[in-house]
Structures are given as structure tokens and as C-alpha cells.
């Protein structure tokens, strides 16, 4: 990409090509946000709405806002100011689905589900029926997005549909695209895990995780992570916890390098969320879990009498409650199971 943006650079100079500058502004603007290079994607949409503003279309003028739209739909959140001047614009461009479907999930970002919902009703039965061709990929997805701000499992089930048979691949056609949000296996697993199917989910957030990070698209990595601790904790197995909080913690590190704020709030209420699944997994009492830890340290029960000050007929008696409570026999498996939960 970066050689085929030096052939355009190349060619906007030497010709003094307004349109072929915009372009460029357009598509470094793209291949920024793509790697989590947000400050600079914004300067670049900026240079490209001066641009616009040359060249004087509509067009032009309103990627610059449809740019700072994708911008919100990555942070979760929009400012009031650019949710309005969003809508103004909106409102005055042509009636192409790919183009009204912002208006609800502007509304969305904004907050206003009620107004999201009722502008949106009119693209939630359009997966199956629209035609394919140059926009279909992108409006199927954004009325996915949209179905997933407004928790309408219907209709991304029914976009679930159209895409989850699709090979793998990368967001953006080469069509003149305005953003690109990394593997579409992602928003495959977004979908899935929306309508329950959990397995399904964690076959594609562990596909886009591997895709987002052959290419260093780290936003869209660090939302495969939290997406597929989200699945493993929607499995309900114990065992996954531990990798579910490794995934999850990873991803809020990264969310706060790139000042998302919107998937910080996802993955810290998810580590609360999985860190009181741990805790109530836990039947042991305070005391009973010192002894367990110690166990797993291969302490006899003389060394743990003595490291906490307690009679060995009190250590015996723990170990034989910590053994009928979590249905064991030997101490290594109490050994297995305190280090496993160490891992939190």
C-alpha cells in the first residue's frame, strides 16, 4: 500500500492533480487508523477536507465526515458538535442506502436509541434482498454495526447470514473505500456471539487475530481480543477464565494506548465480570485458599502449620475440606487447581 500511495503522491505532484491529492489524503488517512495511528488519520482527513473544499463536490466534502463517522464507530463514543454537524450533512446528501445508514448509527453513537431505531427500521429486513455489487459489502456490514449498537439480534442474525460463508478477508475492496476495519472475520464473530452461537464466534475471533496481526492493525487486533474473551466467557467454562482475563487485559492496555474509549469501558466491565465469575468459582474460605496456595507451593502440612502460625491437626482438617469441597482426592490436584487460579 504505502508503494502504491508514493505512485499516487508522484503522480498528484507532477501533474498538479487536485483530485489525485485528495485521493492520497483519502487513503493515508485509511491506512493510519488501520495500524492505530489516530492522530494522524485525523490530520489527514483534515488535509483532505481542504481538499474537497477545492475541488468543490459533495462527495468529496461528505467522505471527510464519513471518515470522522468510522473514527466514532472505533471509540465507541461521538461528540455532540460532530454528531450534529454528522446529520446536517447526512440529511443533505443523495438517498443512497450506503449513505443513510449512518444516520441510525450516528444516532446510536450519540445515544439516542430510540431515534436510531426508528431511522434504522427500514434497513432491518435488507440482508438477503440487497444486490450484490460494488456497496454491498459495506452496507451489509453497517447494518450489522447498527444491529449490534441497538442489541437487535434479528437483524445481525440475519447479516450473520450473508457474510459468515464468505472466505476470509480484509475490509475494503480497493473501490475508492473510506476506512478499512481490518479482518471481516471480526465482525463475523461479533455477529455470531450477538445471536448465540458462541463456537462459531470463537472459530472467527481466533481467525482475525491472527489476521489483524499479521498486518498490524492493532485497533482491530486488540477488538478480536476482547471479542474472543467475550465468547470463552459466554462458553461458561471455568477453565477458560484465566485465558479469557489474559485476552481482555491485553486488549484494555491497548484500547488505552489509542484513547478508545468506548471498548476500555467494554473490556474493564468485562474483567469485573470475569474476575466475579472466578470469585464465586472459588467455594473455599479465606483461610482454606492460604492453605491450598500452599499446598501448591508442595508444602507438607507440618511447613504450613508453621507458616501460618496453626496446629497440623487444623492444616489436616482444611485440606480435608478443601478436598470434599471441590470434589478431589489428592493434594495435587489441589496443587493444579490453586495455580490455575493463581493465573488470575
Excluded at 68 to 74: P, S, V
Excluded at 79 to 99: C, D, K, N, S, T
Aim: with cysteine; hydrophobic share 50%; charged share 20%.
Amino acid at each position: 500500500m504505502d508503494n502504491e500511495l508514493g505512485r499516487i503522491e508522484q503522480f498528484a505532484v507532477y501533474r498538479r492533480h487536485g483530485l489525485a491529492r485528495w485521493h492520497l489524503h483519502r487513503l493515508r488517512a485509511t491506512r493510519a487508523a488501520l495500524v492505530g495511528e489516530l492522530g494522524a488519520a485525523v490530520e489527514h482527513n483534515e488535509a483532505d477536507r481542504a481538499v474537497a473544499i477545492e475541488i468543490g463536490t459533495l462527495s468529496t466534502i461528505g467522505m471527510y465526515h464519513t471518515f470522522l463517522n468510522e473514527l466514532a464507530l472505533l471509540r465507541g463514543t461521538i461528540a455532540p458538535e460532530a454528531g450534529r454537524a454528522a446529520i446536517a450533512m447526512l440529511q443533505q446528501a443523495p438517498g443512497i442506502a450506503l449513505v443513510r445508514i449512518f444516520i441510525p448509527l450516528v444516532h446510536a453513537l450519540r445515544g439516542d436509541h430510540d431515534l436510531a431505531r426508528a431511522t434504522f427500521e427500514e434497513f432491518r429486513h435488507m440482508p438477503g434482498t440487497i444486490e450484490v455489487g460494488p456497496r454491498w459489502a459495506a452496507l451489509v456490514n453497517h447494518i450489522g454495526f447498527v444491529a449490534l449498537l441497538l442489541d437487535d439480534t434479528d437483524t445481525a442474525g440475519r447479516v450473520y447470514q450473508e457474510v459468515s460463508g464468505l472466505p476470509p478477508g480484509y475490509m475494503a475492496d480497493g473501490s475508492g473505500v473510506v476506512f478499512c476495519g481490518g479482518a471481516t472475520e471480526r465482525v463475523g464473530g461479533d455477529l455470531a456471539l450477538a445471536t448465540g452461537r458462541v463456537d462459531e464466534a470463537i472459530g472467527h475471533y481466533t481467525t482475525a487475530i491472527e489476521m489483524n496481526a499479521r498486518i498490524g492493525a492493532r485497533p482491530f487486533l486488540a477488538l478480536s481480543r476482547l471479542g474472543l474473551a467475550k465468547a470463552l466467557v459466554a462458553r461458561g467454562v471455568a477453565g477458560d477464565l484465566p485465558a479469557a482475563r489474559a485476552l481482555v487485559t491485553e486488549a484494555a492496555a491497548e484500547f488505552r494506548r489509542l484513547d478508545l474509549p468506548g471498548p476500555v469501558a467494554a473490556a474493564d466491565a468485562l474483567l469485573t465480570r470475569i474476575d466475579a465469575a472466578a470469585t464465586a468459582a472459588n467455594p473455599l474460605s479465606r483461610r482454606e485458599s492460604e492453605v491450598a496456595s500452599l499446598i501448591a507451593l508442595a508444602m507438607s502440612n507440618r511447613q504450613i502449620a508453621e507458616q501460618l502460625v496453626l496446629s497440623e491437626r487444623t492444616v489436616e482438617t482444611h485440606v480435608r475440606s478443601i478436598l470434599a469441597k471441590l470434589g478431589y482426592s489428592t493434594r495435587t490436584e489441589i496443587a493444579t487447581w490453586s495455580l490455575r487460579r493463581a493465573a488470575f
